[in-house]
C-alpha cells in the first residue's frame, strides 16, 4: 500500500516550457487535491476533484489545468511555466467516510522555473 | 469565509523544555481542525485532529491538542520536547466535507 505517490521527484523547467505532475493514491479515496507550498504562506489549494469526471478550481488556479483520469490519478499541467510558479507541489487525497476528514498527503515535486 | 492564523512563525526550544504551538481560526460554522507535521525535505503526515467529542485530543508521539471554541483556538502542546520534534507543523481547519484551509505554519526547533 503506498498511500499517494508523485513523479517527478523535483523538476527544472525553463521559462515557457510544460510539464506534467502526476499524482496516484491506491486508497480508493474519492477525492484529490494539487497545492503548492511557499515560504511563509503554508499550502494553497490549486485545484481538487471531489470525485472522478469533476474538478474545481481552489485558491490559486491560474496558469495550471488539471485531469482527472481516474478514480486513482490526477494530473497538473502546467502550460507555460513562470518563473512565479517556482515552489513545492504536493497532491492529496481524502477518503469520504466521517472518520477520514483528513488529507494523505504525497512527498511532493520540487519545482523550479528559470 | 475561514481563515486560520498561526501566531508564530519559529519557536526555538531546548531540548526537554515544553513547548506550545499557537493557532487561531475563524468560522461562522462549526469546523474540523487539525495539525500536520512537516520533516524536512517530506510530504505532511496528520499528527492530530478533532473531529468532535472530548476537546481534548492526544497523538502517539506525546504531542496534545485542545480545542477551544469560545477563543477559536487549537493550540499544539508538548511538556517535554525531543530533538526529533524539530520540524514545522500546519494547523487546519475544514467544514464538513470542505477544503482544508492551511494556516502559515510553525517551524519548531530544538535545539540540545
Known sequence: ??????????????????????????????????YRQDPGMGLR???????EG??????????????????REFSLRLESAAPSQTSVYFCASRGTAFSS???YFGPGTRLTVT | ?????????????????PVELRCNYSSSV??????YV?????GLQLLLKYLSGSTLVESINGFEAEFNKSQTSFHLRKPSVHISDTAEYFCAVTMKGGKLIFG?????SVKP
Request: overall charge negative; some cysteine.
Open chain 1, 1 to 34: 500500500n503506498a498511500g499517494v505517490t508523485q513523479t517527478p521527484k523535483f523538476q527544472v523547467l525553463k521559462t515557457g516550457q510544460s510539464m506534467t505532475l502526476q499524482c496516484a493514491q491506491d486508497m480508493n479515496h474519492n477525492s484529490m487535491y494539487w
Open chain 2, 104 to 108: 502559515q505554519g510553525t517551524e519548531l
Open chain 2, 1 to 17: 469565509a475561514q481563515s486560520v492564523t498561526q501566531l508564530d512563525s519559529q519557536v526555538p526550544v531546548f531540548e526537554e523544555a
Open chain 1, 54 to 71: 469533476t474538478t474545481d478550481k481552489g485558491e490559486v488556479p491560474n496558469g495550471y489545468n488539471v485531469s482527472r483520469l481516474n478514480k
Open chain 2, 30 to 35: 462549526s469546523v474540523y481542525l487539525f495539525w
Open chain 1, 45 to 51: 489549494l490549486i485545484y481538487y476533484s471531489a470525485s
Open chain 2, 38 to 42: 512537516q520533516y524536512p525535505n517530506q
Open chain 1, 101 to 103: 476528514y483528513e488529507q
